[in-house]
């Protein structure tokens, strides 16, 4: 009997503990991210960059105490995910929503920002049509027309006439395939075949022997970041196609340092577009990735990046509006904000909420012994070009 | 044109190979030990692993880690049958099913925290690498290698085991347990060792896999799909038979995605839903 | 006693089951903040409930029962997405669409048993997520269905953000499916499955054949796991590939090893305990979930093998056990 008294009392006061936490000049933020299962690295590297954000701008923006409440997704789990959404507002009554590494996450946690009208931040998801689920939404990471319309429009402009293209046969790779093709053909360009291949693929040879028949001048390839980039680099190097005889286009996904770790000097020469790369030349990035490097021991990547950007936005809407944390006025707040990000100039359209930024053209060097993404090349102030279209 | 389909035969008889040898130790426990052990995709994860750390932390030579692959996942399963495994071998299937499952979930998040969720990077030496060209047709070095290595280990296993009186013992333990035992054959020993060599080859077959696929804490996951497709289609018990199946299938897979890329990640699943239908025992299975 | 009296007497409801049903009403007064996540756990029981049909009563042990879930999810989607939001009317649609590739799926299935049936029904789910993957355009693939707006339940009820209304239909659904279940279970049928299960070459011995009244059950399941998936889509107004996809057909086997295949309400105290823990250990550890989850898991299978209820039941007095 005693027992349980006590465990009684302990609990009323733990709950009473927990209820009174909630002083008035906190502001919580609810983080939606996957911590864990397949995509548990780009979490981290997520959180990574808003820890560092907050170490480097301390824990206070528009006069009052910022209070991380993070969630784990899982995985691609949209249910979950505005589960989580619905949770972090009504019973931790957060004030604003971030992360969101997976497009149908952020979608599904979209609905929620507009139905609560709740400011919410995505840090990567890179689908355009995201940015339209909420009204109250800002994109702080890159659209994946962003980087490929632009991209192929640039190819065409610096010498190459065709090009075949193999890309993932699912959403995003569907999304880079059409960007890429509308800017090259736009340009004036001609596809001479267009090859998508299974998610789950182990296996390249048959996909780079058809690539290898059409004998093509150049090959663009989109795919996401994990094992393949290196088995397709290694698949084409298996046939002799290489960056000497063959142009070889990608998203940075491409030559990511793990990528270019296993793919060694065949894979100089292998020319890639991305918003960001941590050998970007400024004193701003010099500055985060040594604060980068020092904290968590790991090369930033543009998890990271578009985290430390999205605190900068929140922390910056916060200070503009005092503190006050309606979803009107932080949209408002953000809207049209522009500063120097570790990436280069990045700033919200104040038309479209989405993000306006730089997108780089690198070629893969050998720089000081080690392979680097070597930018020699930009596109400056690209905006989302699916929002200037028709839909 | 024929220097096509050669290529394409080529790569897939590679492919085969390399799911052969990730797949015979399953298909020869399953007939022997009627033990479904869903973890064997993580020992060749544990060989992959291995193999990357001494790579990359001792600095070592690629061929010689090979044999400490198999090894450590030799025993490491040894030492999983002995403690754990045996308590099941009476349990339903789906019991040893879902009890595998749980110790993949445990190998994968081990995984993930000794090592970290990123894909190893790896490159295997120089002499290994690029192809050589015969009749015009690229022949990539590294896939002859795995095909190389996968004949001499499949002339070894069925040498052992139509040669060696330990290969008569697994057999009569394969074909009749009870008779076996009745026999005075130590049907205990021949499981284990049985295990550990099954396991042990799955650990080499992860360490060779990584050039070709990639190595991070998913890949137990991943590669169970297809060895137990190769053990279904094969037959249970068929070192042959997983042979045929690993052949049929790395060979269809690649040429479907070569000749019909659009029905490229169906056809390997089509294929056993259809075989399995018409014989439900695989090619080769004895069940 | 004579078999059918036995049998009423199995269907009798005894006072714990009462005061669980009741209990489940009380997340509306306590725990008003948990209601999206009570009706998830609904939705799932629901899918557990299903597929202890198939795996715990007919013992067919299937690895992707997940298929029938995402067929009625997708179609009660698309119905809502293309202007037809009425949820009964969806979900009727969505558990008529999985009945009817359940039938036909399930003509193959049960000719198969062991390894041959567990590939089977692995490759079925492949095959399934593979198919909706390149459907892209009508299913949405890797981003999702979009756009889905369902209307209010019987033209009054919303729903909300809490989750109220969410909860209330999932409950409904479920006790539903539940009662169905039981009656099934609980009839000579229900007990001929389990005469197949425990020795399937005997049964056309004694005048029960074997493969249609799988193939019977097997459609029911079929329908049940598309119930609870329109729900999902119903209530989360979203639907992803992996509503198909092998990590649900797999997590929903390990929440009825949990709770205890054969039970029925195994499958029910599977998925709470599933999702609870997910859902609090996801906060604290999330890196390590799947270690956790594993070494549960494996807990279970070596020292708990009838599962939660079945260990429970061995401290119940003999005389007090139905099933």
Redesign the interface.
Same mark, same amino acid.
């Given at each position: 009997m005693l027992k349980l008294r006590v465990a009684l009392s302990c609990a009323a006061a733990l709950l009473i503990g927990v209820a009174g936490a909630h002083a008035e000049d906190t502001i919580k933020i609810g983080i939606i991210a996957p911590?864990?299962?397949?995509f548990?690295?780009t979490g981290?590297q997520m959180d990574n960059g808003i820890k560092l954000f907050m170490q480097q701008h301390g824990d206070k923006a528009g006069g009052k105490k910022i209070e991380l409440i993070?969630?784990?997704v899982?995985?691609?789990?949209?249910?979950?995910a505005?589960?989580l959404a619905?949770?972090l507002?009504?019973?931790d009554k957060v004030d604003l929503l971030a992360g969101f590494i997976l497009? $149908?996450n952020a979608? @599904?946690a979209g609905?929620?920002s507009a139905?609560?009208k709740k400011f919410m931040v995505v840090m990567n998801a890179a689908?355009s049509?995201i940015i339209d689920k909420s009204p109250y939404m800002v994109r702080t990471s890159v659209t994946t027309p962003q980087i490929n319309e632009t991209y192929g429009a640039w190819v065409f402009k610096h010498g190459t006439k065709k090009v075949y293209t193999m890309v993932s046969?699912?959403?995003?790779g569907?999304d880079a395939e059409q960007a890429f093709h509308r800017g090259f053909k736009a340009a004036g360009g001609e596809i001479i075949g267009a090859?998508?291949?299974?998610?789950?693929? $182990?296996?390249f040879? @048959?996909?780079v022997?058809?690539a290898k028949?059409a004998n093509p001048e150049a090959i663009y390839i989109w795919l996401p970041?994990?094992?393949?980039p290196?088995?397709i680099a290694?698949a084409l190097?298996?046939?002799?196609i290489n960056p000497t005889n063959t142009k070889i286009f990608g998203q940075g996904e491409l030559t990511l340092p793990?990528?270019l770790?296993?793919m060694?000097d065949s894979a100089i020469g292998i020319i890639t577009a991305f918003h960001y790369d941590y050998n970007h030349q400024s004193p701003t990035n010099k500055a985060f990735v040594e604060g980068f490097q020092k904290n968590f021991n790991r090369i930033p990547d543009i998890y990271a990046v578009g985290a430390y950007d999205g605190m900068h936005v929140i922390y910056g809407a916060l200070d503009k509006t005092k503190g006050k944390t309606d979803g009107e006025a932080l949209v408002a707040a953000a809207k049209g904000m522009a500063w120097e990000s570790p990436r280069g100039p990045i700033s919200i359209d104040p038309q479209t909420r989405d993000i306006i930024n730089t997108i780089y053209i690198r070629k893969v060097e050998k720089v000081g012994g080690q392979l680097v993404n070597v930018e020699f090349d930009k596109v400056e102030k690209v905006k989302d070009p699916t929002h200037g279209m028709k839909k | 044109m024929i220097s096509q389909i050669v290529g394409v035969l080529f790569d897939g008889l590679a492919y085969g190979m390399l799911l052969f040898l990730l797949s015979v130790g399953l298909s020869v426990t399953l007939g022997l030990m009627n033990f479904t052990n869903l973890a064997h995709g993580s020992f060749a994860m544990l060989g992959g692993y291995v193999t990357v750390t001494l790579m990359r932390g001792a600095g070592w030579p690629f061929l010689l880690t090979l044999p400490v692959a198999f090894v450590a996942a030799a025993v490491a399963s040894v030492a999983f049958e002995r403690t754990l495994f045996r308590r099941l071998y009476r349990a339903t299937e789906l019991n040893q099913v879902l009890f595998t499952i749980g110790l993949v979930f445990v190998m994968a998040a081990a995984a993930a925290y000794v090592f970290g969720t990123v894909t190893q990077p790896m490159k295997v030496p120089d002499y290994l690498q690029g192809s050589v060209r015969v009749w015009g047709i690229n022949f990539a070095v590294y896939r002859l290698f795995l095909i190389g290595i996968a004949l001499v280990i499949t002339v070894l296993l069925v040498g052992a085991l139509e040669m060696t009186r330990f290969g008569a013992q697994v057999r009569a333990a394969v074909d009749n347990q009870r008779m076996a035992k009745g026999l005075g054959i130590d049907v205990d020993t021949v499981f284990a060792i049985t295990f550990a060599l099954g396991s042990g080859l799955a650990g080499l077959g992860g360490a060779l896999a990584i050039e070709i696929v990639g190595l991070d804490p998913s890949f137990g996951f991943q590669y169970l799909v297809y060895v137990l497709i190769v053990v279904a289609v094969g037959g249970l018990g068929s070192i042959g038979g997983s042979f045929a199946a690993a052949i049929l299938l790395g060979v269809s897979d690649v040429a479907g995605k070569y000749y019909v890329p659009q029905v490229g990640a169906f056809l390997i699943y089509a294929i056993m839903v259809g075989l399995l239908f018409f014989r439900p025992a695989g090619l080769f299975g004895k069940r | 006693m004579d078999p059918h009296a036995w049998l009423a007497r199995q269907t009798r409801w005894s006072g714990a089951e009462i005061g669980f049903w009741l209990a489940a009403l009380l997340p509306f007064l306590l725990f008003p903040t948990y209601l999206t996540l009570a009706s998830q756990i609904a939705i799932t029981a629901l899918f557990a409930v299903s597929l202890d049909l198939i795996l715990g009563y007919a013992g067919i042990i299937s690895l992707g029962h997940a298929v029938y879930f995402g067929i009625g999810a997708y179609t009660a989607g698309l119905l809502a997405k293309h202007g037809w939001g009425e949820p009964l009317t969806g979900l009727l649609a969505g558990a008529a669409a999985a009945t009817l590739i359940g039938f036909l799926t399930g003509l193959i299935v049960v000719r198969v048993r062991q390894l041959a049936l567990l590939m089977i029904t692995l490759g079925l789910g492949f095959l399934a997520a593979e198919a909706a993957n390149s459907m892209g355009r009508i299913t949405g693939g890797a981003d999702g269905l979009q756009g889905i707006s369902v209307w209010k339940l019987f033209g009054v009820f919303e729903f909300d953000l809490y989750g109220y209304t969410s909860y209330a239909y999932s409950l409904a659904a479920l006790f539903l499916v539940f009662l169905l279940s039981r009656r099934l279970v609980h009839s000579p049928f229900g007990l001929s499955l389990r005469g197949i299960r425990e020795n399937q070459r005997r049964m056309p011995a004694i005048g029960a054949p074997s493969h249609r009244r799988l193939l019977k059950v097997y459609t029911i399941a079929a329908c049940f796991a598309g119930i609870a998936g329109a729900l999902l889509a119903q209530t989360t107004q979203t639907v992803s590939l992996e509503t198909l996809g092998f990590q649900r057909s797999a997590d929903v086997a390990v929440m009825l090893i949990l709770g205890g295949t054969g039970r029925l309400y195994g499958g029910i105290i599977g998925a709470i305990i599933f999702m609870l823990a997910r859902d609090q250990l996801a906060d604290m550890n999330p890196q390590y979930w799947y270690f956790w989850i594993g070494m549960l898991l494996m807990a279970v299978v070596l020292f708990l093998p009838t599962g939660v209820l079945g260990g429970l039941a061995r401290l119940v007095p003999q005389r007090w056990r139905t099933a």
């Open positions: 911590y864990s299962g397949q548990a690295d981290v993070r969630k784990d899982g995985g691609i789990a949209p249910d979950v505005k589960r619905q949770e507002i009504v019973r497009t $149908p979608m @599904a609905d929620v139905q609560a689908t049509v046969d699912y959403g995003p569907h090859d998508r291949f299974p998610v789950a693929n $182990p296996d040879s @048959a996909f022997q058809r028949n970041g994990g094992t393949q290196a088995a290694k190097a298996e046939r002799g793990e990528a770790k296993s060694g | - | -």
